[in-house]
């Protein structure tokens, strides 16, 4: 009798042990598990299809998009070779007659001493660069204009890749009118519908966005949103 009752007193111990056991897991589980709980609200900002935005980028893209105006748009009614007389533009071009000649394999930067004509680089524009148009006042900050030199050197390369086809270069008082007050910078892209096979050129379309400061986001935006393909003769071979 003594034996049995000894092992019931030993059942006894083990029960209250285990129970401790689970009380003392259970506050643990509690303590580090609950925090990464799924029903943990999340304030995260989240997309459609639940995954998380990575809301830092998008707010710098914005902030610098926030120096640029809305993008400008005008048919491009003008589109012959002129090689008879000098050409000349009342804005940073984004269409227009043009020299026959075009900057083949164009280097991505220019300064004031070695930029083609600007009518040469409007047949680059028909070619489906496009191009970062910069005022004097960036000629004149040396800071301003190595900042352009280095976004520009991101598109450097003697390949025929699409990816490339962006110049950055001077327009100064001599070429035309002066940019908007306030805004030192032009992105111009020459558009042209490239599912239009009839070659009537009646769709084409000069797209100008004017920025007091730019920065290689809003390049590589510009760049995404008006590729080389999307021109009257946007073909790597016309690069």
Request: glycine share 6%; net charge negative; hydrophobic share 35%.
């Amino acid at each position: 009798m003594r034996s049995s009752g000894h092992i019931d007193s030993g059942l006894s111990g083990t029960g209250v042990f285990l129970a401790v056991s689970l009380v003392v897991t259970a506050v643990l589980v509690a303590v580090f598990v609950a925090p990464w709980s799924d029903d943990e609200p999340d304030d995260r900002a989240t997309d459609s299809a639940g995954a998380v935005v990575d809301e830092t980028d998008e707010t710098d893209e914005t902030a610098a998009e926030a120096a640029c105006d809305p993008v400008l748009s005008q048919p491009a009614d003008k589109n012959r070779h002129i090689d008879d007389r000098p050409l000349t533009y009342p804005e940073p071009p984004s269409f227009g007659h043009h020299s026959s000649r075009w900057a083949v394999l164009s280097p991505p930067f220019y300064s004031v001493a070695d930029r083609p004509d600007v009518a040469v680089l409007v047949h680059n524009l028909e070619h489906g660069y496009n191009i970062l148009w910069y005022d004097e006042t960036v000629v004149d900050d040396a800071t301003a204009l190595a900042q352009v030199r280095t976004m520009a050197r991101e598109y450097a390369g003697r390949d025929r890749d699409p990816a490339r086809a962006f110049i950055a270069a001077p327009w100064t008082v001599q070429d035309g009118g002066s940019m908007p007050e306030g805004r030192h910078y032009a992105l111009t892209h020459w558009y042209a519908d490239p599912d239009d096979r009839s070659r009537s050129r009646q769709d084409e379309v000069g797209y100008t966005m004017y920025c007091s400061s730019v920065t290689p986001d809003v390049v590589r935006q510009w760049m995404r949103d008006y590729p080389l393909e999307d021109s009257p003769e946007g073909h790597p071979v016309n690069m």
